[in-house]
């Protein structure tokens, strides 16, 4: 479906007509927003909820990470909700180090590993953040991982990523990958963020720097020691199995291949378990995304050599001028942006 997401050919006009009702029926829930006749729920605190309007991994937890480290910078205190998709919790729940990934889901988990933030995580945005400011008094800002039709909450600002397929063939679910249609132009309080070579939509946006931060023993990634460029460098020269669960994983091999390693490319379903270890027991080396880490313990790896890689994900000043001028001061009415 991704590849026939990317053309108007014979599969997605067949489903076209499901778009159009798809597409009315994500109207008529915006409208009764809009009137009214639904709530949207504004917290005591900034809400900034950073989505994607395609299907399919486009970097949005990168920008996460990103986004927490840049509120961060300036002062604020930030904590983040999640829906924890793949997770089993039906039910709030805090993610702590101890987690496991197919409860509260693999990305919450890696954010709140990689940030130290507060993570909660529920289907209910509202629910997982009246959890959050509950549990932790000194948060005065949080951000919401996906959630961008979630409208129920309340945002004072968004920010949308595309990678490199911006807008595919430019229609609606099942047609296309479009959860919503592009708006013409950007919503107030709305920020445009590519993952991708070169902005890949007519939205005006930054282009986030995304490079591999280096190589770290999984053993050590779980103690939360960091990742070196050396350990990388180190695996040029041997054969590496190259394991990745992501909706585009050659996105990972490619970079590998970048910074001169032999790989051979194991790509896996995104948000795979992993509950089985899908390369032969005699390999000796792998290395895997931070993704993928949050569901291996160390003492299942065997004799093989486990390796976690780290990207490092970049936005530019203006960028984070930006998103901070769209913030309110402590005080000031908030939760204005429009999705």
Known sequence: MQQAWLHRGAVAIALAPLAIVFGALTAVRRLLYRRGWRTTTTLRVPVVVVG??????????????????????????????????????????????????????????????????????????????????????????????????????????????????????????????????????????????????????????????????????????????????????????????????LARPERFFEMLRDRGLQIVALPRPDHDDFATLPWPANTADVIVTEKDAVKLAPDRAGATRVWVATLDFTLDAAFEAALIALLPRPGLPHGNATS
Request: charge should be positive; glycine fraction near 12%; include cysteine.
């Open 52 to 245: 994607n309007l395609i299907v399919g991994g486009a970097g949005k937890t990168p920008t996460v990470i990103a986004v927490v480290a840049a509120l961060r910078r300036h002062g604020f205190t930030p904590g983040i909700v999640s829906r924890g998709y793949g997770g089993q919790a039906r039910q709030v729940c805090e993610v702590t180090r101890d987690s496991r990934a197919a409860v509260c889901g693999d990305e919450p988990l890696l954010l709140h590993l990689r940030t130290g933030a507060p993570v909660v995580v529920a289907r209910d945005r509202v629910a997982a953040a009246s959890r959050l400011l509950c549990r932790h008094a000194d948060i005065d800002i949080v951000v919401s991982d996906d959630g961008l039709q979630h409208l129920r909450l309340g945002r004072d600002a968004q920010v949308l990523v595309f990678d490199e397929r911006g807008a595919g063939n430019g229609w609606l679910l099942p047609a296309g990958p479009l959860r919503e249609t592009v708006p013409r132009t950007l919503p107030p309080g709305t920020l445009v963020v590519y993952n991708a070579a070169a902005p890949s939509t007519p939205l005006p946006g930054v282009l986030a720097r995304r490079a591999l931060g280096g190589a770290v023993a999984l053993a050590d990634w779980w103690q939360g020691r960091p990742a070196t460029a050396a350990a990388l460098d180190a695996l040029r020269g041997r054969t590496v199995v190259a394991a990745a669960g």
